[in-house]
């Protein structure tokens, strides 16, 4: 008899907490959703790029690498220092700062005026990509992965560098692309 009971308190030690969190999950699916660690905002659905969706001056490219990238109509002063705060979080990451490139992508090709390190200039060429950007604040700061798809999203004004590091860190930690 005690060997029957000894068997369902082993099978309740490992099933009972499977159960209790998948109960959970389905309880409440917006736990999950909404407490994430990160501090940028993920978009949803992320935006799909292709090569032919992007204009990128130069020999520059998206692919393979990380991208900060700041998106405005035109590029003037808040241009600028979007540009400068893109510089010193590439400086802040340190070791994984050759894994980030920063990159402007501005509507008229208007470019930064005075930019310390290579950043990497672009126009939209695609109408779909230039309206679902359209959705997020205008002069934003977006991460594009390694395979080209805008997936994080920081607004404009304020941005906290630091919360920015922590963020890419993390990412970076975990990932293997890029």
């Not at 309740?12 to 499977?18: K, N, R, V």
């Not at 940028?40 to 690498?65: C, H, M, R, Y």
């Not at 003037?76 to 802040?92: F, Y």
Request: net charge positive.
């Amino acid at each position: 008899m005690t060997a029957k009971r000894e068997l369902w308190i082993l099978l309740a030690m490992f099933i009972l907490p499977i159960a209790l969190g998948t109960l959970f999950y389905f309880l409440n699916p917006k736990y999950f959703s909404e407490n994430t660690v990160n501090y940028g905002e993920l978009v949803q659905p992320i935006i799909a790029t292709e090569k032919e969706d992007l204009i990128i001056d130069g020999n520059g490219s998206f692919e393979g690498i990380w991208t900060l990238a700041y998106v405005a109509n035109s590029c003037g002063s808040p241009c600028n220092r979007a540009v400068k705060d893109m510089g010193t979080i590439r400086t802040l990451m340190n070791d994984e700062m050759r894994r980030i490139q920063t990159a402007v992508i501005i509507a008229d090709g208007s470019k930064p005026a005075a930019v310390n390190g290579k950043v990497v200039s672009a126009v939209i060429a695609s109408q779909t990509i230039s309206q679902r950007l359209s959705v997020y604040s205008e002069r934003a700061i977006f991460l594009i992965d390694p395979i080209g798809n805008i997936m994080m999203y920081y607004q404009p004004e304020g941005v906290d560098i630091k919360r920015v590091v922590k963020d890419l860190k993390r990412l970076l930690k975990y990932s293997r692309i890029g």
